[in-house]
Each structure stands twice: as structure tokens, then as C-alpha cells.
């Protein structure tokens, strides 16, 4: 069973920046895929980004191209979400999620693995 933490969420203004991390238990971390979801209330989850086993290919949501970078230390079992140019429409759960089969994946029920979430909030 794979456990999947995340941290680094909190309070920012608009504008601001924010690291996410997504730290993993197990030793094949280095062979997932692992993506970044968010959920503001009373919405349905949406993707933000995703990054394969190897880290050489990455996708973003249109909404977060440019302002978020997705990357992973698999030496740290952590993967992480560098999150720039923060606006409101951003606040939300984030939840970091690994798929076994070590692709990036754009839809959530291709993964196996989610975390608990982190908060962010941004102030306009």
C-alpha cells in the first residue's frame, strides 16, 4: 500500500507563490505517474498537472500553464508543485495522486494512489 502526504498549503496573497509537496512511502515511487488535482467548493475535481515516471514528460491544465511547474526528486520520493502568480480562482483542496503504470494522466480515475489534500487560499 502506497501512502501518499501532502504539505506546503496555506495562505497567500494574489499575486504570491506556493511549493506543494507530495511525499510517498514505498520503494517504487520512481515508477509512478503522479499528477496534481484541486477541488473548490461545491465544485467538481479538476486536473491541474502531471508528470511521468521518469519526469520527461509533464502536462498542465490550460488554466495553470505558465504559472505551475510540476516536478519530482524520485531519489526523495517527493514530488512537487511550484505554483506562481496565485490568483483567487486558484483556492481550492489540492490532492496529489500516483498512477503504478508511470504515465501522466490527465483523468482521475486512472489513479490508483490519492493523498489526504492540502488547502490553499488565495486573497485578492
Known amino acids: 500500500q502506497v501512502q501518499l502526504v501532502e504539505s506546503g498549503g496555506g495562505l497567500v ?5 506556493l511549493r506543494l509537496s507530495c511525499a510517498a512511502s514505498g520503494r517504487t515511487f520512481s515508477s509512478y505517474g503522479m499528477g496534481w488535482f484541486r477541488q473548490a467548493p461545491g465544485k467538481e475535481r479538476d486536473f491541474v498537472a ?3 515516471w521518469s519526469g520527461g514528460r509533464t502536462l498542465y ?3 495553470v ?9 524520485n531519489a526523495k520520493n517527493t514530488v512537487y508543485l511550484q505554483m506562481n ?4 480562482e486558484d483556492t481550492a483542496v489540492y490532492y496529489c495522486a500516483g498512477d503504478r503504470a508511470g504515465w501522466a494522466l490527465k483523468t482521475g480515475y486512472d489513479y490508483d494512489y490519492w493523498g489526504q489534500g492540502t488547502q490553499v487560499t488565495v486573497s485578492s
Open 13 to 17: 496573497q494574489a499575486g504570491g507563490s
Open 50 to 52: 502531471a508528470i511521468n
Open 61 to 63: 491544465a490550460d488554466s
Open 65 to 73: 500553464k505558465g504559472r505551475f511547474t510540476i516536478s519530482r526528486d
Open 85 to 88: 502568480s496565485l490568483k483567487p
